[in-house]
């Protein structure tokens, strides 16, 4: 037996989610799943001690992965867990399973005639196979509805069939079936057991624990999911630890292809002491569910500048004031956009109050303003007119906002609530400092004309 896994055999323990999922005896089953949680690990455990077991009906089973590595450990597993099962089972190699097609499979045989047969992805391969199938990070199989179609009928004598994934994009044939079985009774897989596993659900039941050998603090699970996600977009993150498939549309209005090249380093001046150019300000107000995004740019010949964001979160309206005036205060401010729909709407009246109505604009934020915002914003950006600071939540935030095409035709503009109670509001910041700078048309230059003179044929009347 070829065996790359070492492990205490005294010490092999099941997280409790990796235990549901080998206790179900349902016959059908989808596990939607994070990365790395160890679900196929439990399943070859399952799979290693039904083989065990005599009076298995028709006792074979067939599992394919995405690559054929995949494949291997998954048979290096159940050679693991035969040996701990104290069961005999042999490892009979790579064998030919149909020598016309040319279609060969890694095979454990155990003692009481119990075959596992891991195999690649290719839907040929299920032809004419009878027994247990497993298919193993599906949405990731170049064929999917293929696979599927070609090794369910393997099942139709009482044999189980497993599916388990991360996903890979929305519109995979394994997210449409992740949204069947969710349908229960009144959908086309009624008989499909659903499970879902994300990385806080294995965290909850203890992944951190097994991984550090200890019970894990606040902070090393803080540290854990820092080095797990590190250098990942949160689309992808939400794709692979969260079971959140990513849009396959393009309707990203700032993909990442145009916000990274507007990011710097080092750009920002936090008192503002260093401005010589002129300053403009967007304001997007929140309280309590969203932040409010005060966005600071200072143009320098043809490009702008950011040079601070604030960010309030549950922060009283006096305060908000506060801070917003001291920004407006500055001696090189010239023009702000502030948002003025429902929460904004005093802040922006009495901001232009006091600083007058040439330099202080309140917007409401009507679908056609949005349009406006967005059309701008995405110009000035594709045409690296603004630079912005180098930050993971402002880049996920710019990114959020989707142009989206209503029934009658119309595009609106929208983004999703984000883990952190974000909704676009960096986004609105900046675009609002961008139309702040557009709409400003220089200082206000009053001069006298030249004094009339008397027409000569009226002198004397």
Same mark, same amino acid.
């Given at each position: 037996?070829?065996? %790359?896994?070492?492990?205490?055999?005294?010490?092999?323990?099941?997280?409790? !989610?990796?235990?549901?999922?080998?206790?179900?005896?349902?016959?059908?089953?989808?596990?939607?799943?994070?990365?790395?949680?160890?679900?196929?690990?439990?399943?070859?455990?399952?799979?290693?001690?039904?083989?065990?077991?005599?009076?298995?009906?028709?006792?074979?089973?067939?599992?394919?992965?995405?690559?054929?590595?995949? $494949?291997?450990?998954?048979?290096?597993?159940?050679? /693991?867990?035969?040996?701990?099962?104290?069961?005999?089972?042999? !490892?009979?190699?790579?064998?030919?399973?149909?020598?016309?097609?040319?279609?060969?499979?890694?095979?454990?045989? /155990?003692?009481? +005639?119990?075959?596992?047969?891991?195999?690649?992805? =290719?839907?040929?391969?299920?032809?004419?196979?009878?027994?247990?199938?497993?298919?193993?990070?599906?949405?990731?199989?170049?064929?999917?509805?293929?696979?599927?179609?070609?090794?369910? *009928?393997?099942?139709?004598?009482?044999?189980?069939?497993?599916?388990?994934?991360?996903?890979?994009?929305?519109? $995979?044939?394994?997210?449409?079936?992740?949204?069947?079985?969710?349908?229960?009774?009144?959908?086309?897989?009624? =008989?499909?057991?659903?499970? %879902?596993?994300?990385?806080?659900?294995?965290?909850?039941?203890?992944?951190? =624990?097994?991984?550090?050998?200890?019970?894990?603090?606040?902070?090393?699970?803080?540290?854990?999911?820092?080095?797990?996600?590190? +250098?990942?977009?949160?689309?992808?993150?939400?794709?692979?630890?969260?079971?959140?498939?990513?849009?396959?549309?393009?309707?990203?209005?700032?993909?990442?292809?145009?916000?990274?090249?507007?990011? %710097?380093?080092?750009?920002?001046?936090?008192?503002?002491?260093?401005?010589?150019?002129?300053?403009?300000?967007?304001?997007?107000?929140?309280?309590?569910?969203?932040?409010?995004?005060?966005?600071?740019?200072?143009?320098? +010949?043809?490009?702008?500048?950011?040079?601070?964001?604030?960010?309030?979160?549950?922060?009283? !309206?006096?305060?908000?004031?506060?801070?917003?005036?001291?920004?407006?205060?500055?001696?090189? &401010?010239?023009?702000?956009?502030?948002?003025?729909?429902?929460?904004?709407?005093?802040?922006?009246?009495?901001?232009?109050?006091?600083?007058?109505?040439?330099?202080?604009? *309140?917007?409401? &934020?009507?679908?056609?303003?949005?349009?406006?915002?967005?059309?701008?914003?995405?110009?000035?950006?594709?045409?690296?007119?603004?630079?912005?600071?180098?930050?993971?939540?402002?880049?996920?935030?710019?990114?959020?906002?989707?142009?989206?095409?209503?029934?009658?035709?119309?595009?609106?503009?929208?983004?999703?609530?984000?883990?952190? +109670?974000?909704?676009?509001?960096? /986004?609105?910041?900046?675009? @609002?400092?961008?139309?702040?700078?557009?709409?400003? $048309?220089? *200082?206000?230059?009053?001069?006298?004309?030249?004094?009339?003179?008397?027409? $000569?044929? @009226?002198?004397? !009347?």
């Amino acid at each position: 037996m070829r065996l %790359r896994l070492k492990q205490n055999m005294a010490k092999i323990t099941f997280l409790p !989610y990796q235990k549901k999922w080998i206790t179900n005896s349902a016959q059908f089953a989808l596990c939607e799943k994070s990365r790395r949680v160890g679900i196929t690990y439990a399943e070859a455990y399952r799979v290693t001690r039904d083989l065990s077991t005599k009076n298995v009906k028709n006792n074979k089973v067939w599992f394919s992965s995405a690559d054929l590595s995949a $494949s291997e450990e998954f048979i290096d597993y159940v050679g /693991f867990f035969a040996k701990y099962l104290k069961t005999a089972a042999k !490892y009979i190699g790579e064998v030919i399973i149909d020598k016309d097609d040319d279609i060969t499979a890694h095979r454990v045989r /155990f003692s009481n +005639g119990g075959e596992c047969n891991a195999i690649s992805s =290719n839907p040929t391969r299920f032809r004419s196979k009878g027994g247990d199938v497993i298919l193993d990070e599906f949405a990731h199989h170049r064929d999917q509805e293929k696979m599927f179609t070609a090794s369910k *009928p393997s099942a139709m004598w009482g044999n189980r069939v497993r599916i388990i994934s991360t996903h890979n994009g929305d519109d $995979s044939f394994f997210n449409s079936l992740v949204a069947e079985t969710k349908k229960g009774a009144e959908g086309t897989m009624k =008989n499909w057991t659903p499970f %879902r596993i994300t990385i806080e659900d294995a965290i909850k039941d203890g992944l951190v =624990n097994t991984i550090l050998g200890h019970k894990a603090t606040k902070e090393d699970i803080k540290h854990f999911m820092e080095d797990a996600f590190a +250098g990942m977009t949160q689309e992808a993150i939400d794709e692979e630890f969260y079971c959140l498939p990513r849009s396959s549309s393009n309707s990203h209005l700032l993909p990442y292809e145009l916000i990274n090249p507007i990011e %710097r380093d080092n750009i920002l001046d936090e008192l503002l002491a260093g401005i010589v150019g002129d300053i403009y300000v967007g304001g997007d107000i929140g309280r309590k569910k969203n932040p409010s995004v005060f966005w600071i740019l200072e143009r320098l +010949g043809e490009l702008l500048y950011t040079r601070k964001i604030i960010a309030l979160k549950n922060v009283p !309206y006096s305060e908000q004031r506060k801070i917003l005036y001291d920004v407006l205060s500055h001696k090189n &401010f010239r023009r702000a956009c502030i948002d003025a729909t429902g929460i904004g709407n005093q802040l922006a009246e009495e901001a232009q109050d006091a600083f007058g109505k040439l330099r202080v604009e *309140p917007v409401m &934020f009507t679908p056609k303003v949005k349009e406006e915002l967005a059309s701008h914003t995405y110009v000035m950006v594709e045409g690296k007119k603004v630079l912005i600071p180098r930050d993971k939540t402002i880049r996920e935030d710019l990114y959020s906002v989707r142009a989206v095409t209503t029934s009658a035709g119309n595009v609106r503009y929208e983004a999703d609530q984000s883990k952190d +109670g974000g909704h676009a509001d960096y /986004f609105f910041g900046l675009a @609002l400092a961008l139309m702040a700078a557009k709409s400003y $048309s220089g *200082p206000l230059i009053i001069t006298s004309g030249a004094r009339r003179q008397m027409n $000569s044929i @009226l002198q004397g !009347y």
